[in-house]
């Protein structure tokens, strides 16, 4: 084995908005700071974590610069395009005959797939 999967990582220029948001959308919580590198106990590593522990760590990377171009790399989720509209994501694409799930971007453009549970 060469490399296997850590973390997935997030650009955003409000970071703690996009991270707040995604903790909405998928479940998830804040990672805070467990005291053991000094004085910073219970502040925002800069990460979100699945409660249940299933999921993969996200950390969400501050940046100066907005989204410009299409994602090289992305996620895919289980989840409801409505719900996930009313909080803030856009509709990029459309399931079609041609592909079974929906294309969306978070608040600050970062697209991901929507499919549906089970199908």
């Known amino acids: 084995m060469v490399a296997r999967f850590k ?3 997030l650009d955003a ?3 703690r908005a996009l991270a707040e948001w995604w903790c909405i959308a998928m479940g998830y919580r804040l990672r805070l ?4 590198a000094g004085d910073c106990a219970g502040e925002w590593v ?3 974590e699945d ?3 299933e999921g993969p760590l996200i950390w969400i990377n501050k940046v100066p610069e907005v989204k410009a171009l299409k994602n090289r790399m992305h996620h895919d989720v289980y989840g409801d395009v409505q719900e996930l509209l009313s909080l803030g994501a856009k509709l990029v694409r459309a ?3 041609e592909i079974q799930w929906d294309v969306m971007a978070d608040p600050e453009g970062n697209e991901f797939c929507v499919f549906t549970q089970g199908a």
Do not use: E, K, Q, Y
């Open 7 to 9: 973390d997935l990582c």
């Open 13 to 15: 220029v409000d970071d």
């Open 33 to 36: 700071d467990t005291g053991s």
């Open 46 to 48: 800069g990460a979100i």
């Open 51 to 53: 409660p249940s522990g």
């Open 95 to 97: 399931r079609d005959p």
